[in-house]
Each structure stands twice: as C-alpha cells, then as structure tokens.
C-alpha cells in the first residue's frame, strides 16, 4: 500500500478551517480550481476535477469533536483507497489542515501525490480569502 500524508498550513482559527472543511457537501468550492464540480447524495459524493476526471467518494465520518472527515474513493481508479482530512489548531490564528491517503496500487502516488499537494494549496488560500 501506498500513504501520502500532508500537511498544511492555514492563516485562520481552527474553528474557521473545520467550519468550511466539515461541508462535504461544497468540496467543489473548497478546493477551486482543482475541483470544478461535486455533489452529494446521501453519503455518496461525486466531485470531477479540472483534468475531467470524475470520482465517487463515500463519506465514511465527519468527526466534530476531532475536526476529521473520513471518505473512500469508491469506483475503479484504485484496487483501495481511503483518506483522512483534519484540522488542527496551532495557535489561535492558524491551524494546521493534515491530509493522509492510503491507496493501492502504489504505482498511482505518481497521479496522487499532485492532486493532494494543489488541493492542498487550494484549501489554504480558498479558506484564508473567506
């Protein structure tokens, strides 16, 4: 199996960054421009970004107490895929939003680890701007 752990951080209390993060429902606008359209239906989540490719995810947890998302990729870009989204205070001006993905085959880390690092980046500005 394959992990990608990374780490972010974001100018904003960490009440702000898991308000927006805890919408599962608006990832689409949470990470703009990588993504560029989602949905939700139940527990299911469709998000496509920008390079076309369309992904349903199943939201497994939103944790309010540790400010965690939990969700698996459902369809058949991977053999297995889950990841982890969480925010954590660093002081009472910033935080610190960590994302770990764990997906087989390894091979894919080459189409992953890009997508991670942006939406990443794309989180911290899209939350900093709110």
């Not at 894919?108 to 911290?124: F, I, T």
């Given at each position: 199996?394959?992990s ?18 805890r919408?599962v ?6 990470f703009s ?11 299911i989540?469709?998000?496509t970004f ?53 997906f ?18 794309a ?8």
């Amino acid at each position: 199996m394959s992990s990608i752990w990374w780490e972010e951080m974001i100018a904003v209390p960490a009440e702000i960054g898991w308000a927006s993060l805890r919408r599962v429902d608006r990832a689409h606008e949470l990470f703009s421009p990588v993504l560029v359209d989602g949905r939700i239906s139940g527990d299911i989540r469709t998000v496509t970004f920008a390079n076309g490719l369309v992904v349903r995810e199943r939201i497994v947890d939103v944790d309010e107490v540790r400010q965690r998302i939990c969700y698996a990729v459902l369809d058949g870009v991977f053999e297995h895929h889950s990841a982890s989204m969480q925010i954590v205070a660093v002081d009472p001006n910033s935080c610190r939003f960590v994302w770990i993905t764990d997906f087989l085959p390894a091979e894919k880390a080459d189409m992953v680890k890009p997508l991670v690092e942006q939406g990443s980046k794309a989180l911290a500005r899209n939350i900093e701007r709110r």
